[in-house]
């Protein structure tokens, strides 16, 4: 059990920041902020599986609380929605900006914590372990107040100055998010059968069109109305195929598995135009070689 939990503080910020390519490697490696990391996605994914665990609650919640830790890490504690410096904003900025808001920013990102920073960690996990709460109740406080302290030294990683307002609409979506995560919802299970090799696969095209419609589409010049369409496109096209999708474990590790993959594609972009997350590279490319030979012992391929 004390393995499990290491794992899986450590998965998230390998995934969300050293994987990605968002944070360079020998950065990510900086004792201060690998601490902060650590604290945050580790005890935040944490907390998350922990309520979905004892709440017993599917994926679609996780989903909906992994929305709502990318609205507080990027509305309300990096500011990324406002600040048309700070990382991908300066790409998405250039197709819609209104009011202060990169209005790109928030469709994009809080995706891509849901589905990678969060729920691609807690669906590894829990399809090569058990589904069931790990913690005691005084382990979870613990990690809250692991994660709120490094909330506020992550807070201090980008210090542009936003408007009241702009913190209450963070504030505001990230309350949506959460009571709509804890009250879940039902969905069916689905009854189409599809191989874990197709689901891998599936995952990986995600993650690329995922970058490649937010960000390759806003440098190009493409209206935002165009991309909001495309994003649109993506995500109700891929609800519908995963809620049809009768799955398994092999088939959850699979698609998790197929997100990481998708990310190696994209740090390879991006290493191209920075040569300091060439390690990026490897860290992926050892990560994936590692969940397929995990794949294989595990599930007997």
């Not at 709120?148 to 702009?166: K, M, T």
Request: proline share 4%; charged share 10%.
């Amino acid at each position: 059990m004390r393995f499990q939990v290491l794992y899986l503080i450590l998965l998230s910020p390998i995934v969300a920041e050293l994987v990605s390519g968002s944070t360079p490697f020998f950065t990510f490696l900086n004792p201060v902020v690998l601490m902060v990391y650590v604290g945050f996605y580790g005890m935040g994914c944490l907390i998350i599986r922990e309520v979905a665990a004892r709440k017993s609650l599917c994926y679609s919640s996780v989903l909906l609380l992994g929305a709502a830790f990318g609205v507080l890490e990027e509305g309300i504690l990096l500011r990324s929605w406002f600040d048309p410096h700070w990382m991908g904003a300066q790409i998405t900025s250039q197709a819609l900006r209104i009011y202060g808001v990169s209005v790109l920013q928030p469709f994009a990102n809080v995706v891509y914590h849901a589905v990678v920073s969060i729920a691609t960690p807690i669906v590894l996990m829990n399809a090569l372990h058990s589904r069931e709460p790990w913690l005691s109740r005084r382990s979870l406080f613990l990690a809250g107040v692991l994660c709120a302290g490094s909330a506020v030294l992550l807070h201090r990683f980008n210090d542009y100055q936003v408007a009241g307002w702009q913190y209450l609409m963070g504030i505001l979506l990230f309350g949506i998010f959460v009571a709509s995560g804890i009250r879940g919802v039902s969905i069916p299970p689905g009854i189409k059968k599809r191989s874990p090799q197709v689901l891998w696969a599936m995952g990986s095209v995600f993650v690329v069109l995922l970058f490649f419609i937010f960000y390759t589409l806003s440098a190009a010049g493409v209206s935002w109305a165009v991309i909001l369409v495309c994003a649109f496109s993506l995500y109700v096209g891929y609800a519908v195929l995963y809620a049809g999708t009768r799955f398994e474990p092999a088939h959850f590790f699979a698609s998790a598995s197929g997100i990481l993959t998708g990310l190696v594609f994209i740090v390879v972009v991006m290493a191209r135009r920075d040569p300091s997350k060439i390690l990026n590279v490897v860290a992926a490319l050892l990560l994936v070689m590692y969940l397929v030979v995990l794949y294989r012992r595990h599930f007997k391929v």
